[in-house]
């Protein structure tokens, strides 16, 4: 398009029809401000056009749906494609053309790194999130409070008001529940997993919560970076599940 209208300059032409079928294109031009306007091809084409227009010359841009039976792009469209398996070309290409590729391959360095720094840090949240996300784990979530979401976030580091969490930081001296239960895998633990399935302050709570948690499909034995990393159309029962029993229980989390 770019050339076609400096073709259009070139030749002193007073009134010229430029047809195209790249509709995304077009609508760049004509959504396009120097103070916005990230892409420098289109800026050019765009200040070109308002150029011949102070020069009484009138470019006038249509949208077409395909090439096909439009004679002059069938050519146009063989010549790109001859264009596209040379070796060099005096294009310029501005450096949004290579932000795709760029976010791409930040992306994949970035799980990668992921992975890695999993095997020895960091490994139940990857538990909870094995791969790098492009929105925060609540998007898909309607109508959640501000306090919903800091609750699960607490949950999902672990960075919360359990007592191993307290203790690791130095805040209390012992990572002891005060219900005295004494866990069957970890020992002696006031954790996440000891103060919603098994801490004995809240047995009953605790009772039904698994029951709940069970009919809405969740698997046996329960585990809460199990239940965080769940992606389905229930994550939103079993989230609002926990926090119920959370807000109902006056845990401080």
């Known amino acids: 398009m770019f050339v076609a ?108 790194w992921w992975e890695k720094t999993s095997r020895y840090k960091g490994s139940r949240y990857h538990e909870i999130q094995n791969s790098v996300g492009l929105v925060p784990w609540f998007s898909d979530l309607p109508w959640i409070s501000r306090e919903f979401i800091v609750t699960f976030n607490r949950i999902r580091l672990g960075h919360c ?39 004995s302050n809240y047995k009953q709570a605790i009772d039904i919560l698994i029951k709940d948690l069970v009919a809405v499909g969740c698997n046996t034995p329960l585990k809460s970076s199990y239940l965080m990393a769940l992606n389905s159309l229930n994550s939103l029962k079993i989230y609002l599940l926990l926090f119920n029993f959370i807000k109902k229980n006056d845990i401080k989390i």
Request: hydrophobic share 40%.
């Open 5 to 112: 209208i400096r073709k259009i300059e070139m030749l002193d032409i007073s009134c010229a029809v430029v047809i195209s079928d790249s509709l995304g294109a077009l609508r760049a031009i004509e959504n396009c401000h120097p103070r916005s306007c990230r892409n420098k091809l289109i800026w050019e084409i765009k200040e070109l056009i308002i150029s011949l227009d102070n020069q009484n010359k009138k470019i006038i841009l249509v949208w077409v749906p395909g090439h096909t039976g439009v004679r002059g792009n069938e050519k146009a469209d063989w010549l790109a494609k001859r264009g596209r398996a040379l070796r060099c070309s005096n294009i310029r290409l501005d450096a949004t053309n290579f932000y795709h590729q760029f976010r791409k391959q930040m992306f994949k360095e970035w799980q990668k």
């Open 161 to 199: 008001w359990s007592e191993t969490h307290l203790f690791r930081i130095g805040v209390i001296a012992s990572p002891l529940c005060s219900c005295g239960d004494v866990g069957d895998s970890c020992g002696d633990v006031g954790d996440i997993e000891h103060r919603f399935f098994s801490c």
